[in-house]
């Protein structure tokens, strides 16, 4: 086991019951402190300010002090996953209760842990590379039943390839950050001709993407077991869609400007390593995946995911309770995948999963699923029906992973939607 | 007329006749020096060393140090299309054979004016975003009546969306860098299972893609008039491509891994000024695009495309001569189309054309066009015949622009193919 998971530690640090940062978690992320950017990690409602808390020395001698006074934590990450779990271990063992290194400094202690709501997280990642995979057999199976045929909802090639395709890196944003709803071209299948106006069919996708923190020289593949040096951690996803802009836009080239208005990531990117204890199997591949696909390990994980929507008419209420387990084709796979042309890998990127659905209604990933292309709308709190998201909904999505020692969470992903221009 | 623009002005440096960089050129790249990285610009067989040449004060004082010394040209031209103006004009004036300023000083000039031959010309550009187009109405045509029907090769939206799509930014390389023969999932017609294996498919895109320097705010659009100034200038571009990969992943998500593997581009990035005189209408759009898509004034050039192929067994051999001035969607429209979800552009940003096909077979701008998917192969000099690119084949492109006056060239874009592991 790593030590750092062992659910028996206990941080002098308070951590409120049910929080998704205690002690076994330990993510990175940025903070903003005197107009600086520095990364951080973050334990119950504080984060620790890594910067300061490397010049004092305790973490050691391993870590060069600029990866953390950055405004983004990839080159902390770059360090590598070895250096990364050293440094998970070295403030684990800071905050543990049985320490007092840094418990007993009180000048230190104030000015490296910090009450999260006396500082301002930003964007942890200078995202280099963005793809969104294609990973959930229910997803595909639903999509692929409302747009082309019940009887063939999967494609031939669904089960032989990870599909994914290449996304915008520039509009993914932190959560928080409102999104005005988009404008592009619309055409319904009546029309003569397209018009320029705001979409009709805003929609969510609960997504999980990963961060990679290697890069391979261009011409070289991965292997699936090779994986493991390339995956720093997770974060959780929103990959907004506009569902008319798409549906007019993306034969034969895919989703293009339908995506590119806005994604929105979590504050904190988890180590796998923190995960570990919720490695489960995944789905059954039938048929078996070529030689460059097939993995040996666990590499699917128990991960709850819960959408709420939210509106000035009504207090949160949840419409989505799926888990990233479901995922027919996981990480070790999607990332082979990836590098199987030899595509080069870079410290940064972010690979999401694709919409994550269930096998259940209530498990569906999109309104469009769980909506079934507006067909049958979702009534809210207030009596009011939603078909896709209106202008002031705001949508909440939390992940964690639990079990009956811990938990591990993703902190939440909130966005605003506001009107059109 | 922009003065740098002169026909007449004639440069003290020798310039050889048809070169591609006339003192009405004046590109910027990047040189390495003493292993360091410096922005340059480039006349005839010299590369014009900016770093030394703005520390001299000759360019005047408007521009900062860094920008020079630096390993991308992202800093020097993200200084907005005013400055980048201004500092052609200053070195057109300094190189103008009129003015003795840099010309008569001995020292100086041998520092910052180096033949080529004894420099390391670097990758240009640090590409935040790629996006390609599909721009060409002839090679839109051309696919769609290979792939899916003759009939009605152009889909529905084609002549209403400059149709694109995100590419990925991490695989594009510089002229002169070799290409590992790709491998991937195949699978033909009549296979009953995909094999993985290096492609039998590999194929050029004849490509021009510009690159900007300015941003907007997530959220904000962009004008047609308004896209002037957030181009930058713009590269040659062989898009590489593997067919087979690309016609059994392709479907719902486009293009991915048959793309992914690598993208060429020119060294020199052509400041869109220096390309004013070549400036022509373009086809007549039919239907009238959307409002949006409207523009002012000429925004398609006039840009001779040729494409050799060399192989270990015959010199080049020309096989396509096509124009830029054939696409049927401009720059100006795919920008303005780009941002119209609000997307946010960054400096930096590189935006493909797609295949640049024109009315007859000689100007179709990939093998998969010129020999029909591959049933009217290529006869080559040494009677070998190809119906895509082979193993050490080299792919060579040339642009220029060229009126009785003048030339304005892109340089070459030169890639050799290896065999796959």
Known sequence: MIRANDPKLKSWVPVPENSDFPIQNLPLGIIKVNDKHH???????????????????????????????????????????????????????????????????????????????????????????????????????????????????????????????????????????????????????????????????????LEMAFVTCKSNDLGNTISTDETEEYIFGMVLFNDWSARDIQSWEYVPLGPFLAKSFASSISAWVVNLDALKPFRVEGPTQDPKPLPYLQFTGQHNYDICLDVYIESPMFIPAKIVHSNYKYMYWNMAQQLAHHASNGCNIQVGDLYASGTISGPIRDSFGSMLELTWRGTDPIKMPDGSERKFIQDRDKVIMHAYAKNDDVRIGFGEVITEIKPAD
């Open 39 to 205: 990364v951080a990690s973050r334990i119950g409602d504080y984060v620790i300010d890594l910067a300061v808390l490397n010049r004092s020395g305790l973490l050691g001698v391993d870590f060069v002090q600029r990866v953390f006074e950055s405004e983004h934590i990839n080159d902390c990450i770059g360090l590598g996953k070895s250096l990364m779990r050293d440094l998970r271990s070295r403030l684990s063992r800071l905050l543990d209760d049985k320490h007092t290194d840094l418990a007993s400094d009180e000048d230190l202690r104030k000015r490296c842990l910090i009450p999260i709501r006396d500082v301002e997280v930003c964007m942890p990642l200078d995202i280099r590379n963005y793809t969104d995979f294609y990973s959930s057999i229910e997803h595909a199976t639903n999509v692929g039943t409302m747009f082309r045929d019940p009887e063939n909802a999967l494609l031939p090639n669904w089960k032989h390839i990870p599909i994914g395709y290449h996304g915008r890196a520039s509009s993914i944003i932190l959560s928080g950050t409102p999104v005005k709803r988009p404008k592009g071209q619309l055409k319904g299948k009546d029309d003569a001709v397209p018009v320029y106006g705001p979409t009709k069919q805003l929609d969510f996708e």
